[in-house]
């Protein structure tokens, strides 16, 4: 009993151990008060990896005097960028979809669109599960207080027991259905066995989040930004700070010009203009992505040769020192999509300047590897810095540090595709680089003065597919009643 003691620490110290950078955690212990009888319990914790996934924080409670027990799983990291969106195909007789691991933070919503079922975030909390522990779960807790309702609302309990088959029919896999986990937190997670390798069954969507849903994760939320009123009048001898506009410096547009009246060169006007530079950054207020600080985004536009115009972005916050950048394309949408093919054969290749939109997926054909739109978002970056990042990520999101779940064949698999991956930055052999692009706002750098000389560069034009259209909103955009006012006026 004294040992039991000497085992239970205080808060403070599980916080500190969650706090730091250890992999190697040990389990900790907290009396806590039990809900049910009032008497102490005890609250195991443990900070642990998940394969394929993140850290998060594994809490466990116990009762001794009445039998009480529950768990719960947190997570030790921050919010993610964006939300996701898991779409798994399951179907009817398939017993191995119903063993893959389901991690669903308590901001998740799970749905199956076959029955109308929602789980909304509230009914099973941060939860590391299965998709059929997740679903008899979800039909014990309907059919609890079932006798209840049979002596209450006879009609409502029967409509409930016929649900309940229906469940039950897809929790043992005699019915086909789609398991749908939508997390705005971007903490949620469905296993895939073929990882690295895309899953055929799973369908994975990255999106950015609405202004009520980063209300709802404690984000700071401009009231105008979601639809309310704001009646603050602004005083007449202050400015708008997002008209607030600051000249670009020597770097600028302005310096390039002075440089060419001088010199009245052709060359030295092409070589100045060749990323065109902005006569002026426009600055606007914004919130901290990280500690949702005030602080200010600057923004302006410049056009990409063999390119188009693009919007760049540049957040920094004085409050906690996060900064970030964004590309976003400028001007209309393109007709067709384009596929960018790189064949990289030297180290010089590596140097290329890579624009990747937030819709481009990226393969590289040499691994098998293959990334959805939207999982690296978009980024500014070259071929080496677009291979660190993809490798960070897989570490981040999938791990090559395993726990003790995951047998022997799988780590070495991993293990062998990190070592594959990082072979490619030393080029010993050529491989090649795709950047498919939907909406064509991706863009590779050639190594040559005119683009049709870089043989190892090619572009690909095609035609979208309704699916692709659909996902992209395009199928739902009416321009009808502006063609009409454009075509009357002129």
């Not at 003790?404 to 991993?414: A, F, G």
Request: proline residues 5%; glycine residues 6%; negative net charge.
């Amino acid at each position: 009993m004294e040992n039991n003691k000497e085992e239970i620490v205080d808060v403070g110290s599980v916080v500190e151990a969650v706090s730091a950078d250890d992999s190697d955690a040990p389990l900790y212990e907290v009396e806590s008060l039990c809900m049910r009888c009032g008497e102490n319990g005890v609250t195991r914790f443990l900070l642990t990896l998940i394969p394929h996934f993140r850290k998060v924080l594994l809490s466990a409670f116990e009762c001794p005097h009445c039998g009480e027990r529950n768990n719960e799983v947190q997570f030790a990291g921050e919010i993610q960028p964006r939300g996701c969106n898991y779409s798994l195909k399951i179907p009817s007789g398939d017993q191995k979809m119903f063993h893959r691991q389901v991690v669903k933070s308590e901001s998740a919503t799970i749905k199956i669109p076959e029955l109308d079922f929602e789980i909304p975030p509230e009914a099973q909390r941060g939860s590391l599960s299965t998709v059929e522990g997740i679903l008899v779960r979800a039909a014990d807790e309907l059919e609890a207080l079932q006798e209840e309702r049979k002596k209450l609302d006879p009609q409502t309990a029967e409509a409930i027991d016929q649900f309940l088959l229906k469940l039950r029919a897809c929790a043992k896999g005699v019915s086909s259905f789609t398991f749908v986990l939508n997390d705005p937190a971007g903490n949620s997670f469905i296993e895939n066995p073929y990882a690295p390798s895309p899953d055929p069954s799973l369908n994975i969507k990255f999106y950015e989040r609405t202004p009520e849903q980063q209300a709802l994760l404690g984000y700071l939320v401009d009231p105008s930004q979601r639809g309310e009123s704001c009646n603050v009048v602004p005083s007449e001898g202050l400015s708008s700070t997002s008209d607030k506009r600051e000249p670009h410096g020597s770097v600028g547009a302005a310096a390039g010009h002075r440089a060419i009246a001088q010199s009245n060169s052709a060359e030295i006007a092409d070589a100045l203009f060749r990323y065109s530079a902005p006569e002026e950054v426009m600055t606007f207020p914004s919130t901290c992505g990280a500690c949702t600080a005030r602080c200010e985004t600057r923004m302006f536009m410049t056009r990409i040769p063999y390119f188009q115009e693009v919007i760049v972005m540049a957040s920094t916050c004085d409050a906690c020192g996060y900064r970030n950048s964004e590309l976003k394309p400028g001007g209309r949408i393109p007709e067709k999509g384009k596929r960018i093919t790189l064949f990289v054969k030297n180290i010089n290749d590596l140097s290329r300047d890579v624009i990747k939109s937030d819709t481009a997926g990226v393969k590289i054909p040499e691994l098998d590897l293959e990334l959805a739109g939207g999982t690296l978002g978009g980024i500014v970056t070259t071929v080496e810095g677009l291979i660190t990042k993809i490798s960070e990520s897989l570490e981040r999101v999938h791990g090559f540090s395993f726990g003790d779940s995951l047998d022997e064949n799988k780590r070495t698999k991993w293990q062998d595709f990190k070592a594959k991956l990082n072979k490619l930055l030393s080029v010993e052999e050529s491989w090649t680089l795709i950047l498919d692009d939907a909406l064509a706002n991706s863009f590779i750098a050639p190594v040559t003065d005119d683009i049709k000389d870089d043989h190892q560069l090619t572009f690909e034009e095609y035609e979208r597919s309704w699916e692709q259209n659909e996902e992209l909103g395009l199928n739902d955009i009416d321009t009808s009643s502006a063609d009409a006012a454009y075509n009357s006026t002129s």
